[in-house]
């Protein structure tokens, strides 16, 4: 979840509803990422034994965005952590203020290191951080990059394997596809369209950006620019603008004419298809790659983040 609201705001809804920011009895630690500090809040006492595990688990997830994007996207990042009774993530937001984020999340007190381990929601929340705010009808681009990028970015700090990152996207992808009544990216609001629909866009668009500029150029390319072009939570931006930055970076107009293509209409995309150029199988559970494929270098510059030479 995202949204970006004024900082005066933030502040009013973290007196109501989350409770004052940082008092004196909270536990508070930040961690330094490149030029960048989080600065960790345990607004709760009984995640205070935990503190260690929760400042890993956050640095990691840091660690997946610097992966991705090159650099961490802002310069002060704060993070809340709220507890409640049993175990697991859960109720990530994150906001845009003037110069900063904030990230709101909750952890339950039993939660193991192994979960957090395995938790991909403070990574997306990260990713949240790195994309301007958009007008609302097209917040299935925010949701839909955060649910897409969140493995690949785990998967290239070492955080997933492969075969996790990949299989999810097997297991997970064709909830995006339109479903009866559906009516484009911009004009369906259900869960389903705004977070797997705005995930399939995202993994057309690089497959296709990949494919048109001979696997030199990917989404993660046309991401690093919006962000390096000052498109972070803080800044309100329009769609048209996000993707004209993105399609000049890598040279090709995917991002542009894909959004043409998708936004008023619904439109199914063959991912039996694609899995299978790209070399992706999943059966019982169990992910395999063919090295043989057709796009399987496609699959592996995804994979690495790294271009084949040409
Ligand atoms: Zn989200």
Not at 107 to 118: I, M, N, Q, S, Y
Not at 141 to 151: D, H, N, S
Not at 171 to 199: F, I, V
Not at 266 to 280: A, F, I, N, Q, S
Request: charged share 25%; net charge negative; with cysteine.
């Amino acid at each position: 979840m995202n949204k970006r609201i004024p900082a005066a705001l933030v502040v009013a809804c973290s007196l109501l509803l989350l409770g004052a920011r940082p008092a004196s009895n909270d536990h508070f630690s930040s961690i330094v990422i490149g030029g960048s500090t989080i600065d960790v809040s345990l607004v709760d006492d009984d995640l205070k034994p935990k503190q260690d595990e929760l400042l890993t688990w956050v640095r990691n997830a840091s660690q997946a965005i610097e992966a991705y994007y090159g650099k961490f996207p802002l310069t002060e990042t704060s993070v809340n952590i709220h507890s409640f009774d049993g175990s697991g993530v859960r109720a990530g937001r994150t906001f845009g203020r003037t110069d900063s984020g904030f990230i709101r999340i909750s952890v339950g007190a039993d939660t193991t290191a192994a979960e957090l381990h395995k938790d991909w929601m403070m990574t997306h929340e990260m990713v949240h951080l790195t994309f301007p705010s958009v007008p609302e009808q097209h917040h299935w681009i925010e949701e839909g990059l955060a649910v897409y990028v969140e493995p690949i970015a785990r998967m290239r700090s070492g955080n997933m394997t492969p075969e996790e990152a990949w299989g999810e996207m097997v297991r997970d992808m064709p909830q995006g596809q339109p479903q009866s009544g559906a009516e484009g990216l911009d004009h369906t609001d259900t869960w389903a369209n705004t977070y797997w629909g705005g995930a399939l866009f995202s993994f057309v668009a690089d497959v296709e950006i990949r494919k048109r500029t001979h696997n030199q150029k990917g989404l993660d390319d046309a991401l690093r620019a919006i962000l390096n072009a000052g498109g972070n939570i803080t800044q309100d931006w329009e769609l048209h603008r996000v993707f004209e930055v993105g399609d000049k970076a890598v040279g090709v107009p995917v991002l542009e004419e894909l959004y043409d293509k998708m936004k008023d209409k619904p439109v199914t995309v063959d991912l039996d298809g694609m899995w299978k150029e790209l070399g992706v199988s999943r059966q019982n559970g169990t992910t395999t790659f063919n090295d043989r494929a057709p796009l399987a270098a496609i699959r592996e510059a995804i994979t690495t983040g790294k271009a084949p030479k040409r």
